[in-house]
């Protein structure tokens, strides 16, 4: 790899040296022009910073003592990149094909696009669809639907697309873009952040693409599990503040209130009939959490 790559690759470890192992010997067997990969341990138990760098002497392998979250530990490996294209890869991910190259190609066929995601795709078999682009978040409720999800993947989403955010799983930026908009906000620590990013990226005047000629194939959600206090506590709290910083006059207050009264109770009541005590607590911590938050503007 040259001093001067053409694509910084960062990702962010936390106590998953194994995954993340895994995904830098893809890389280095797949991707064929120059590059660099930035690892930031993101206070794994022990320092596997330390560890990863002896056994893959040729990465950038970064230690922070404290959990930055996932905003924030991504933002560190941006200080530090070199690239002209940022990609933002989770480390429970991998390739297999040689085609990083195509996202490169759609990020430079028009001045006006910023940020493009790779088809993902889920790594178990039968190697379903996870993310073939978004459709636009409700103005209330803040639902959306990833396109193509749990699908066979027959081809049907084979065609490039705008979409109204990337995928935080596999996102590659121009650098151009973080010049003039900034870094992923840290504020929200995890979930929700790429939404936000994705939302400044476009208000900025950048288009976001979903280029499905690069397959990333993603083991999903094996840090925070997907029914763990941590995920509730956060999806609860970053609702209310995507809402409060992205949306606007009365649409922001009832898109605030009916996370309250409708989206939080029902979810509570859901989690109690299951018998997760835990998760009805989350829910009510993330609320109390968004009211003390400070600074919650863009």
């Keep these: 790899m040259k001093n001067l790559p053409e694509l910084s690759i960062i990702t962010i470890n936390y106590n998953g040296m194994k ?94 696009i910023g940020a493009v995601s790779p088809k993902i795709k889920f790594a178990i078999p039968s190697r379903n ?28 989403f084979d065609t490039p697309i705008r979409t109204p955010y990337c995928h935080g799983a596999a996102m590659m930026v121009k650098k151009e873009v973080l010049e003039k908009v900034g870094y992923m906000p840290e504020i929200y620590f995890l979930y929700y952040e790429e939404l936000d990013w994705s939302t400044q990226i476009e208000k900025a005047g950048y288009e976001l693409w979903y280029e499905p000629h690069c397959t990333v194939y993603h083991k999903e959600s094996q840090s925070t599990g997907q029914q763990s206090y941590l995920r509730t506590f956060y999806l609860t709290r970053n609702r209310l503040l995507y809402a409060w910083r992205n949306r606007y006059g009365i649409t922001r207050w009832v898109s605030i209130l009916y996370q309250l009264v409708v989206a939080a109770p029902k979810n509570t009541l859901s989690f109690l009939l299951k018998g997760r005590t835990d998760l009805a607590k989350a829910i009510f911590k993330g609320i109390f959490a968004f009211f003390k938050l400070e600074h919650k503007v863009v």
Excluded: M, W
């Design 19 to 112: 995954d993340t192992g895994e995904l830098i010997k893809s890389l280095q067997e797949h991707v064929s022009f120059p590059y660099e990969i930035i690892v930031v341990d993101n206070a794994s138990k022990i320092n596997e910073a330390v560890l990863l760098q002896e056994k893959y002497p040729y990465i950038i392998s970064i230690r922070s003592e404290r959990n930055l979250g996932f905003s924030g530990g991504n933002n560190l490996g941006i200080s530090k990149a070199k690239g002209k294209y940022i990609f933002l890869l989770n480390n429970d991910t991998f390739i297999e094909e040689n085609t990083f190259h195509y996202l490169i190609k759609r990020l430079e066929s028009a001045p006006q």
């Design 129 to 156: 669809i996870q993310f073939a682009g978004y459709i636009p978040l409700s103005p209330i409720t803040l639902r959306n639907d990833l396109i193509g999800f749990k699908e066979v993947d027959n081809g049907q």
